[in-house]
């Protein structure tokens, strides 16, 4: 049973161009979780999305990102004219089921760097 | 808002000693977990604590749920080199599963 399946595994845009990072979650898997990761520090929540649904968007940034998971095929977390700010590494999480203790399981990361 | 709180931030340690990090909040969780973070990779869940006081060991790590579920801890006994890396400790937010972490603690063991 392969796990979450990020890619790509490292990006480098420059500045003003367009940055999309894929997640396929695992088998079963309907809810997909956006986090981004700052060098040396924790994980910050960005989206939570269910098939063909934004459920919560409240770590989002309101310009620039937005993120998609369709029916069929990957979670997309899109980023439009990057800036040097967006270089960090972002993490997609994948659950069975939506609720508090619900376990999820994390991907291997795309760290993007914006030069 | 909720906040985690995680100290030390970073620790060097030599092989064989133990250490003990920590992670404190004002808010009661229903639930806490720690995770284990190596250079390049995702992060690995360790653990997931639930009642308040709950202990749970893991070969030679210890977690610990404080009473008040405000408070957790991890203890690791005899550390080995292969302990290092960035341990993160978080919470559910709200019912959707999104998570709240802490900042990490780095994590060095020399041999």
């Known amino acids: 049973n392969a796990g979450v399946m990020q890619n790509p595994r490292h990006l480098v845009r420059r500045r003003g161009q367009e940055a999309r990072l894929r997640c396929s979650p695992m088998k079963g898997h309907s809810h997909v979780y956006w986090y981004r990761q700052l060098p040396e520090e924790g994980l910050k929540f960005m989206v939570y999305?269910?098939?063909?649904?934004?459920?919560?968007e409240s770590g989002m940034p309101k310009e620039r990102f937005s993120a998609e998971f369709p029916k069929e095929g990957p979670s997309i977390l899109r980023i439009q004219q990057v800036v040097r700010g967006d270089s960090a590494a972002y993490f997609c999480?994948?659950?069975?089921?939506?609720?508090?203790?619900?376990?999820?399981?994390f991907g291997q990361g795309t760290r993007l760097t914006v030069v | 808002t909720q906040l985690l709180e995680q100290s030390p931030q970073f620790l060097s340690i030599q092989e064989g000693e133990n250490l003990t990090v920590y992670c404190n909040s004002s808010s009661v969780f229903s639930s806490l977990q720690w995770y284990r973070q190596e250079p390049g990779e995702g992060p690995v869940l360790l653990v997931t604590v639930v009642t308040g006081g709950e202990v749970k060991k893991l070969k030679r790590l210890t977690f610990q749920f404080g009473d008040a579920r405000k408070d957790s801890s991890l203890h690791i006994t005899a550390a080995q080199p292969g302990d290092t890396g960035l341990y993160l400790c978080a919470a559910g937010s709200g019912n959707t599963g999104k998570l709240i972490f802490g900042q990490g603690t780095t994590l060095q063991v020399k041999p």
């Open positions: 999305l269910q098939k063909e649904n934004i459920i919560d």
């Open positions: 999480a994948s659950s069975l089921k939506q609720g508090a203790n619900t376990e999820a399981f």
